[in-house]
């Protein structure tokens, strides 16, 4: 059974304060790792797809990296809008194409 | 930017009725989903939809709950006798393909609380 662990469940930055998000990750063959931010109340909206290890992607302040087993969500110099909900999920090679497995995500709070 | 819409945000029933969630997915998508995320917990896949038939469901999707794509632009989900655990969010996604690492684009959700 896939399987994807976030940590920390929570983390409290101060503005400009740069931290690392954690995914880690079991599949029976990874076809795909997504990155989503969630809003409270709000749908999860799509960050990042990162497809084998040693892939890095960034967005403004964001920059995702993987691995075989884990990926981070490396947020640099952020700014309170940037606190959200980050949602990591995989996508299994092999099997269906469509099922995502999410992790309980990670709750960033980032005070000015 | 192309937006999947729900209706209704929130909904209230009582256990034992009828309820259907409503979707608009983007116009030129062709795989459509439902997702479910219980407060606290995490978003869980429901079901997949394609070509007017479910391509796949989890064991949540039991026979309580179906899918219907009942014209060209609405995708629906109903729960036929609603239970107290049904309370959720359920959220609708589409993608344009169903291939490779497909990305999903997710509505606002539908709040459903079951009394």
């Known amino acids: 059974e896939d399987q994807v662990t976030q940590s920390p469940e929570a983390l409290r930055l101060q503005e400009g304060e740069s931290s690392s998000l954690n995914c880690s990750y079991t599949v029976s063959g990874l076809r795909g790792l997504f990155w989503y931010r969630q809003d409270p109340g709000k749908g999860p909206e799509f960050l990042f797809t990162l497809y084998s290890a040693g892939e890095e992607k960034e967005k403004e302040r964001l920059k995702a990296t993987l691995t075989k087993k884990e990926s981070f969500l490396h947020i640099t110099a952020p700014k309170p809008e940037d606190s959200a909900t980050y949602l990591c999920a995989v996508q299994a090679r092999g099997g269906s194409n469509y099922k995502l497995t999410f992790g309980k995500g990670t709750l960033l709070t980032v005070n000015p | 930017e192309p937006e999947v819409t729900q209706t209704p945000s929130h909904q209230v029933t009582q256990m034992g009725q009828e309820v259907i969630l409503r979707c608009v997915p983007i116009?030129?998508?062709?795989?459509f989903y439902w997702y479910r995320q219980i407060l606290g917990q995490k978003v869980e896949f429901l079901v997949s939809?394609?070509?007017?038939?479910?391509?796949?469901k989890s064991e949540i999707f039991d026979d309580q709950f179906s899918v219907e794509r009942p014209d060209g632009s609405n995708f629906t989900l109903k729960i036929r006798s609603t239970k107290l655990e049904d309370s959720a969010m359920y959220f609708c996604?589409?993608?344009?393909?169903?291939?490779?690492?497909?990305?999903?684009?997710f509505g606002a959700g539908s709040r459903l609380t079951v009394l």
């Open positions: 996604a589409s993608s344009l393909t169903g291939a490779g690492a497909n990305v999903l684009t």
């Open positions: 939809f394609y070509n007017n038939e479910i391509s796949e």
């Open positions: 116009s030129n998508h062709l795989y």
